[in-house]
């Protein structure tokens, strides 16, 4: 499977469940304070814009390790993306991803890494009143990976995600239901459907609790076991458009990989 979920920038593998992560479920119905923005560590994306002539820069990691009965593959991800204010409502997001993939096959290891598909997409929030919104987000990736070493698909893809936000001070909910085009030189599925719903909350000044949780259409034909994870981590803000994101993320089926690292910072200016 190639295609990158368009709101990591990573790969769907396999997790394992882990009971920490039932309390972080609970902690997954609380959000953000104020003006919401696609805060790192978390998948789901929300409404917020970053207003006309504005920019945003997010640099992201992910290191996440899968075992699975005589293989263990240990993938990273860094990924650097540019948002520009068109106008307030509009945004413009370019991202490109870098990935490094190792197996460990009992003892024959592989490792292959290098550039991924680059991401081109537009967030339109078309509707805003007494803290509910909702936005588009269009996007394609350009086929910038290496298909045959498992680094992008090959292919152009292209997708489409629905995004609703509601602010209820101190909290915030997100809920994204997305349509992905999963083209690709391989015989994967092409229609590949996604929901996720996150949130965030103020723990103490300066600091925000986060929570995630997802699931996909499998893009393996052979198997009808969708990608699901759950997520929880801390948002730092020790400037005002300065934000440091950690999280830990976990699977909820066995196509999901067992364990991630997530984290990153985000200027905006």
Same mark, same amino acid.
């Given at each position: 499977m190639k295609f990158q979920s368009s709101a990591a920038g990573l790969k769907f593998r396999r997790f394992s469940k882990y009971p920490f992560f039932l309390f972080l479920m609970l902690g997954s119905i609380l959000l953000v304070v104020g003006t @919401?923005?696609?805060?790192?560590?978390? !998948?789901?994306d929300d409404t917020g814009t970053q207003g006309k002539g504005k920019f945003q820069l997010e640099l992201f990691g992910e290191y996440a390790n899968d075992m699975q009965e005589s293989v263990t593959n240990k993938d990273s991800a860094l990924s650097a993306t540019l948002t520009y204010g068109i106008t307030e409502p509009?945004?413009?997001? $370019? +991202?490109?991803?870098?990935? *490094?993939?190792? @197996? %460990?096959? *009992?003892? +024959?290891?592989? @490792?292959?890494?290098? $550039?991924? %598909?680059? *991401?081109?997409?537009?967030?339109?929030?078309?509707?805003?009143?007494? &803290?509910?919104?909702?936005?588009?987000?269009?996007?394609?990736?350009?086929?910038?990976g290496d298909d045959k070493k498992d680094l992008g698909n090959g292919k152009v893809t292209y997708y489409l995600y629905c995004i609703t936000s509601k602010e209820m001070n101190p909290w915030s909910f997100h809920l994204n239901l997305a349509y992905i085009r999963n083209e690709n030189t391989e015989d994967d599925r092409k229609d590949i459907w996604h929901a996720s719903f996150a949130s965030t909350v103020d723990v103490m000044k300066n600091v925000k609790?986060?929570? %995630?949780? &997802?699931?996909? @259409?499998?893009?393996?034909?052979?198997? +009808?076991?969708?990608?699901?994870? !759950? $997520?929880? &981590?801390?948002?730092?803000?020790?400037?005002?458009?300065?934000? !440091? &994101?950690?999280? $830990?993320? +976990?699977?909820?089926?066995?196509s999901e990989m067992d364990i991630a690292v997530r984290g990153g910072i985000t200027w905006r200016f």
């Open positions: @919401s923005y696609a805060a790192i560590p978390l !998948i789901t509009v945004d413009i997001i $370019l +991202s490109m991803p870098y990935q *490094s993939l190792h @197996s %460990d096959d *009992s003892g +024959s290891k592989t @490792s292959e890494s290098g $550039l991924s %598909d680059l *991401s081109i997409e537009t967030k339109w929030r078309f509707y805003e009143k007494e &803290g509910l919104s909702f936005a588009l987000k269009p996007g394609f990736t350009i086929p910038t609790l986060a929570g %995630d949780i &997802g699931v996909e @259409s499998n893009p393996e034909r052979s198997s +009808s076991n969708p990608p699901a994870y !759950i $997520l929880g &981590g801390l948002i730092y803000l020790p400037r005002e458009n300065f934000d !440091i &994101g950690l999280g $830990l993320k +976990s699977g909820l089926t066995k």
